[in-house]
């Protein structure tokens, strides 16, 4: 049997099952955005690691080694904010080709370092090989989290608001902007630069987490990286589904506006895109305005109810103008 029948989440599960009985109480293993291990009487850790291979998560040509860089890093970051969590601190191994420029690599460390600084998240260690002919970076994350206060995937409950920190679609956009090797009109110079910066530079949004992890009512969190298509199914368990108002997914008008000259779906591109980064979470429909109200005074932006949790059987329902869309699941797959 090849890995593309049983897929990614075929084969974890696969691996799940086999350590799920040597996991200790107070430590969780496979299965969220970040693993947690209890560290004192008051705080866990939280550990996450995430993976960059050269032609699939990047085209070494597309991509600045700064960006690249500060772009690895901030994955990695955005898993430890999923949870509500602070990042302490990283570790990078790097698999390099023997032909890759000494000034390519120092950016690369150039973009990482400034994440790390603007984060306060120093590099502890990592790994250094010589690779075939692509470059892979693996970065691993430790944080903190208030003992039992993380926010997992699958704690939503019923009659909760399904919500998002931010609009989606725009790493996507900036991707397909890439992919096409478009060039803009004057008049949207400004709007490719800031799908393009969404997707070269996505910012984890570690204060937002961490201040919606605190407020009463919001069960369960999650990070938007492969489009809410594929990852809003880690929300739900099997007992529930997910009611979701096409009308609602929030848009920007970047995206929107890209969309019209070029003839895109900017509601299509916003739910099977990935790599948003943006906070999928969701709250208790009793203390929705409330923990909008409080978002808004913080941070001066607004949180996007996108739809409801309710009793069901697992499935994930779109409706648009008051009718059921039929929509296919299409965000990112790697098999
Ligand atoms: P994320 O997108 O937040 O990084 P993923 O969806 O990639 O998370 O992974 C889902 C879960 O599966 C995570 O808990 C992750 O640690 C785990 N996982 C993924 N690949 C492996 C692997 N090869 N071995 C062990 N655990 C894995
Ligand atoms: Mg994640």
Redesign the pocket.
Known sequence: MKITEIG??G??DS??TRFEKMIKEGQT???????ILPYNEKEDYIY???LLTEGVHFIKDDISPYDLGYKSLAVNLS?IA?MGGTPIGSFLSIAIPENTEKEYLDTLIDGYEHISKKYKTPLFGGDTTRAESSITINVGVIGVCPKGKEKLRNAATNDDVICTTGTLGDSAGGLKIILNKLKPEDNIREDFTYLLNRHYKPEPKIEEAKFLASCKGVNAM??I??GISSDLK?IINKHQNAIINLDAIPVSKELATVSMQHGWNPADIAISGGEDYEILFTVHYENYNETAEKFQKKFGKKIFPIGNIIPGDSVIKWYSRGKEIKIKDSGFKHF
């Open positions: 990614e989440f084969f974890i691996i799940k293993g496979i299965g969220d955005d970040c693993a996450t690691t995430d898993d999923a999650m990070d990286s492969d880690h």
